[in-house]
């Protein structure tokens, strides 16, 4: 069973970027197709961007589609999340989360404790 830890989170101004990091172990990483969620104060946690097992197939929420990108790193058992021009509407708790399926829409069976992002001058 993997385990999943997030990093990156933090405070950054309007239209700032920050790299959210994920850190997979206790399995093998590239078994597993990745994603990641946020959840904002008062609301349901909602789907971010997707990505399958080999890095050839993304999946994003049309809210960041644009300004987000999610990339793997197998020799480190990482996955990635970059995240440009943010708004304060990004503002959340974002989860990494992990699938031995390839779905639409992405349903993962593992989850890290998330990290906060918070976006405000």
């Known amino acids: 069973q993997v385990q999943l830890v997030e990093s990156g989170g933090g405070l950054v101004q309007p239209g700032g970027s920050l790299r959210l990091s994920c850190a997979a172990s206790?399995?093998?990483?590239?078994?597993?197709?990745m994603g990641w969620f946020r959840q904002a104060p008062g609301k349901e946690r909602e789907f971010v961007a997707a990505?399958?097992?080999?890095?050839?197939?993304?999946n994003y929420a049309d809210s960041g589609n644009v300004r987000f990108t999610i990339s793997r790193d197998d020799a480190k058992n990482a996955v990635y999340l970059q995240m440009n021009s943010l708004k304060p509407e990004d503002t959340a708790v974002y989860f990494c989360?992990?699938?031995?399926?390839?779905?639409?829409?992405?349903?993962?069976?593992?989850w890290g404790e998330g990290t906060q992002v918070t976006v405000s001058s």
């Open positions: 990505l399958n097992w080999y890095g050839t197939k993304t």
């Open positions: 206790g399995g093998t990483f590239s078994d597993y197709s």
């Open positions: 989360a992990a699938s031995t399926r390839w779905d639409y829409p992405f349903r993962p069976q593992y």
